[in-house]
T-cell receptor
Framework: GQQLNQSPQSMFIQEGEDVSMNCTSS?????WLWYKQDPGEGPVLLIA?????ELTSNGRLTAQFGITRKDSFLNISASIPSDVGIYFC?????????FGKGTRLHILP | DAGVIQSPRHEVTEMGQEVTLRCKPI?????LFWYRQTMMRGLELLIY????????DSGMPEDRFSAKMPNASFSTLKIQPSEPRDSAVYFC????????????FGPGTRLLVL
């Protein structure tokens, strides 16, 4: 079946540092999505990417749709304490959305 | 709008018991999705409905799982009989249109089967 490999699984960073995480797949996706999940809550959509090569920003977040359509990355600049949580990538193909297993972000004071 | 509402938020039950999870989607949304989240398998789509009709249930793990959507404002996911390996967080999500990709997730039901 289709699998998304999301890395890293977890990150420990200092407040103020930039963060980078990515997702890769052996399959092509038509859409890449990035979600954030806070403790005890459901995932919330951060960024949606619809075209290969597309680079989209949402505040301090920037995401790109890889030109091969098999990967995507998410960058967070100047991290702050409220960035803590689990970040999920998701790819859409044939009306199905497949989620990665998430990157758990920890921010050290 | 109150967002997607799920109940109960937490459920602890014994193996063999029937479990019913409930979801109220955002008013006006045409699509409703049920997901299961575990550490091992991540977030998995179980089933989704369009206009109250089940479209794809290929993610439902086995016959012990069933889902219904009797009307546009209510859906249930039932597990009967429940097993310890069913322990997970179950999310309901809804969206206005599939192509928009903006699925709004509920807070989830944390299920523990002893």
């Amino acid at each position: 079946g289709q699998q998304l490999n999301q890395s890293p699984q977890s990150m420990f960073i200092q407040e103020g540092e930039d963060v980078s995480m990515n997702c890769t797949s052996s399959s092509i996706f038509n859409t890449w999505l990035w979600y954030k999940q806070d403790p005890g809550e459901g995932p919330v959509l951060l960024i949606a990417l619809y075209k290969a090569g597309e680079l989209t920003s949402n505040g301090r977040l920037t995401a790109q749709f890889g030109i091969t359509r098999k990967d995507s990355f998410l960058n967070i600049s100047a991290s702050i304490p409220s960035d803590v949580g689990i970040y999920f990538c998701a790819g859409r193909r044939d009306d199905k959305i497949i989620f990665g297993k998430g990157t758990r972000l920890h921010i050290l004071p | 709008d109150a967002g997607v509402i799920q109940s109960p938020r937490h459920e602890v039950t014994e193996m063999g018991q029937e479990v019913t999870l409930r979801c109220k989607p955002i008013s006006g949304h045409d699509y409703l999705f049920w997901y299961r989240q575990t550490m091992m398998r991540g977030l998995e789509l179980l089933i989704y409905f369009n206009n109250n009709v089940p479209i794809d249930d290929s993610g439902m793990p086995e016959d012990r799982f069933s889902a219904k959507m009797p009307n546009a404002s209510f859906s249930t996911l039932k597990i009967q009989p429940s097993e310890p390996r069913d322990s997970a967080v179950y999310f309901c999500a809804s969206s206005f249109a599939r192509a928009e990709e903006t699925q709004y997730f509920g807070p989830g039901t944390r299920l523990l089967v002893l």
